[in-house]
């Protein structure tokens, strides 16, 4: 019996900082309100470095591998875990489709959908909250509908500081809904204080983004000013004095007006007073380029660069910079590849856990089912390691005799390498290793000049080649004696000549009964059981 004089009340707080419902934890004011989200958006949809780690993240989750495993062994829990599959494939739109838009939660640190169930009763159903592919009347998912991170306006909180939902605005009609907790499945990167908006992992990239796009915009202006020049107009000085005339003021306001026209090339050209008059006097006016000044000190390239590296450093992306400049090695790529995967791999955890939690114990307990037979949805690998690195770790463990011969082991490989793998419940063929010969009995030793008509006393028989097929391994001149047999394992129909010499046996030749074995079959026998087929002899009968 449980303990009555447990305390079960909960007296504090998360401590997080919220002023109705509006996250207050930002100490960075271009961060703070909505303008975060305004933002992360841009560096994501805008930013060439950020876009280049949003592409990468993307298309190495749309390759990972997601299934419901089942709770035991029992029949009952695979049926349920069969369901959850089916469920999974009978939404109005692709599971994988769903784990992209989730994704979203890396740039913005969190991302909300709202769970939509309907009741499978059949594809003639023209209600879309009661058509499925399956008409057993149990309630499936209809969709996980994302709730876009710019249209939420505040949350709601209890006394004690627990997430109770959602306020949605509609951009369009600026109308707002409330998406009660149990509707909602929210994943985020990390859950400090309890944030329901989580942390974007472009936070700490900030600086370094707005700083390279400054600078980036300098440059453009100063390649601009470089190629066409500076735009310059003197004027006479009389128009530029404190106490100029109203006349010369609207005239300046008008110079200045052409000149930023030329500038950003809305007119083509300029009408402006001659620089001399008819008497040949200066007029005070004079439209010129000043040219480039030469090459600048400062090699904005490296700059760029070092911004460029610090923003994918803070997502452990920098091996995309490794060699574009001449610079960095295979191992370091790799090291600094496999770390990236690592880290990409716990959001994918965060995405399986987030959904086991809320998505599939709703819909099981929807459709009652009891929690030990509850499945999970489990996802594969973010990358394969190399085939000749996994191959020489499976050699070493056979060689140590540490690897088991299991069905979920050879399930592995056969992932690894991209093979068909068979269904859970199948059995895997046993491959059987080719037995080695018997040594063979002791007999007297016959002369090497015929080796192929070996008779063992009274009881050997003599097979002539006009009767069978032969596939000579070595040269029967390297060996002092021989002997027949047919070792145990071999089909019937196949005998083996060893050779001997200085008490040592090896296969010289391998002979084929023709009435049980054609030359093809037995040439394809040989090829694939690692013998020789070079020098094959058919039968002469």
């Not at 009340?9 to 309100?33: A, P, V």
């Not at 300098?218 to 009389?238: K, Q, W, Y």
């Not at 009274?458 to 391994?473: C, G, L, T």
Request: net charge negative; aromatic share 8%; charged share 25%.
């Amino acid at each position: 019996m449980a303990n009555s004089k447990a305390n079960l009340q909960i007296l504090g707080m998360s401590g997080l900082k919220q002023w109705g419902g509006i996250i207050d934890e930002e100490t960075y004011s271009r961060l703070r309100g909505t303008r975060r989200i305004r933002l992360y958006r841009e560096m994501d949809e805008l930013s060439s470095v950020i876009g280049s780690i949003r592409y990468l993240m993307r298309a190495l989750v749309r390759g990972v591998k997601w299934s419901f495993m089942e709770a035991d062994s029992t029949p009952q829990a695979q049926e349920w875990a069969e369901f959850a599959e089916t469920c999974g494939k009978d939404m109005e739109h692709t599971f994988e489709d769903f784990i992209s838009e989730a994704l979203s939660m890396i740039a913005y640190g969190f991302a909300p959908f709202e769970i939509c169930y309907k009741i499978r009763r059949g594809p003639q159903e023209k209600d879309p909250s009661l058509k499925s592919k399956f008409d057993d009347g149990r309630v499936g998912w209809r969709k996980f509908a994302m709730r876009s991170q710019d249209t939420i306006d505040h949350w709601e909180f209890g006394d004690k500081g627990e997430l109770k939902g959602v306020w949605q605005i509609d951009p369009n009609s600026t109308k707002t809904v409330f998406i009660p907790e149990d509707k909602l499945l929210l994943f985020r990167t990390e859950s400090t204080k309890d944030n329901p908006e989580g942390r974007s992992i472009y936070h700490n990239a900030v600086v370094d983004y707005e700083y390279l796009k400054h600078i980036q915009k300098i440059e453009a202006i100063g390649i601009e000013r470089d190629m066409t020049g500076l735009l310059t107009m003197e004027v006479p000085i009389a128009l530029l004095e404190q106490g100029a005339s109203s006349d010369k003021k609207a005239l300046l306001a008008q110079i200045e007006e052409m000149m930023g026209q030329l500038k950003r090339d809305e007119r083509e050209y300029a009408i402006v007073p001659p620089e001399q008059d008819t008497q040949g006097n200066p007029t005070g006016f004079r439209l010129k380029l000043l040219a480039s000044g030469g090459r600048r000190q400062i090699d904005t390239a490296e700059i760029k660069k070092s911004y460029k590296i610090s923003i994918l450093q803070t997502v452990l992306a920098q091996f995309i910079e490794l060699g574009m400049g001449d610079v960095g090695s295979f191992a370091l790529a790799s090291s600094q590849t496999n770390t990236f995967a690592v880290a990409l791999g716990s959001f994918v955890d965060i995405l399986a856990a987030t959904f086991n939690r809320f998505a599939v114990s709703r819909l099981m307990e929807a459709n009652g089912v009891h929690p030990d037979l509850w499945p999970t949805l489990e996802h594969g690998d973010i990358e394969n390691p190399p085939l000749a690195e996994v191959a020489q770790y499976v050699t070493a463990l056979a060689a140590a005799g540490q690897l088991p011969e299991t069905d979920d082991i050879k399930r592995k490989l056969l992932e690894i390498g991209n093979l068909p793998v068979p269904e859970i419940g199948d059995v895997l063929p046993k491959v059987e290793p080719t037995p080695e010969p018997p040594a063979p009995p002791a007999v007297p030793a016959v002369s090497p000049e015929e080796p192929d008509g070996i008779t063992k006393g009274k009881d050997w028989i003599a097979k002539p080649f006009a009767n069978e097929h032969a596939a000579r391994q070595t040269d029967p001149k390297k060996y002092d004696m021989f002997r027949r047999g047919h070792p145990a394992g071999f089909p019937a129909g196949i005998d083996v000549v060893y050779g001997i010499k200085d008490g040592k046996s090896e296969i010289q030749t391998l002979r084929f009964d023709s009435q049980k074995w054609t030359a093809a079959d037995a040439r394809k026998w040989c090829e694939e059981h690692n013998f020789k087929v070079g020098q094959f002899e058919e039968a002469a009968g």
